[in-house]
Nanobody, 126 residues
C-alpha cells in the first residue's frame, strides 16, 4: 500500500547539519503515521522520531531531542528529518517507516510500522 524511498544521507562534520527526505507513494499514504529509525554500525535499530498523520503529534528519541526535527511537506507526500548539531554517535543507516491505526504509546516501537524504506547512510566524522 505504501512505498518509501529515503534520500539525503552523506558525510558531514561534527556540529554540522543534514536533511533527510522520505518520498512516499500509495493510496493509503494519507492515513499513515510516519517515523524515522536508525541503525548504528554493529548495533540494534533504534527510534529517532515520529509524526502522526491526523494531528501532527511528534515524538523524539532522548538522544536526538532538541537537535532533530521531523516534518511533512504541504503536499503530504514527503516526510523530512532535519538533523542539527550532529555528533559521531549519530552515524548509521536511517530508515523511514509508515504505520496505520497507531496508538500513542506504540510510536517508538518497530512493530508499529508495517512499511519501511531501504535506508540511507549518514556518517558524522571529521
Amino acid at each position: 500500500q505504501v512505498r518509501l524511498v529515503e534520500s539525503g544521507g552523506g558525510l558531514v562534520q561534527p556540529g554540522g547539519s543534514l536533511r533527510l527526505s522520505c518520498a512516499a507513494s500509495g493510496r493509503s499514504f494519507d492515513r499513515a503515521s510516519m517515523a524515522w529509525f536508525r541503525q548504528p554500525p554493529g548495533k540494534e535499530r533504534e527510534f529517532v522520531a515520529s509524526l502522526t498523520r491526523s494531528r501532527g503529534w511528534t515524538n523524539y528519541g532522548s538522544s536526538v531531542k532538541g537537535r532533530f526535527t521531523i516534518s511533512r511537506n504541504n503536499a503530504d507526500n514527503t516526510v523530512f528529518l532535519e538533523m542539527n548539531a550532529l555528533k559521531p554517535e549519530d552515524t548509521g543507516v536511517y530508515y523511514c517507516a509508515a504505520g496505520f491505526n497507531l496508538i500513542l504509546s506504540s510510536v517508538q516501537t518497530q512493530g508499529a510500522y508495517a512499511h519501511w524504506g531501504q535506508g540511507t547512510q549518514v556518517t558524522v566524522s571529521s
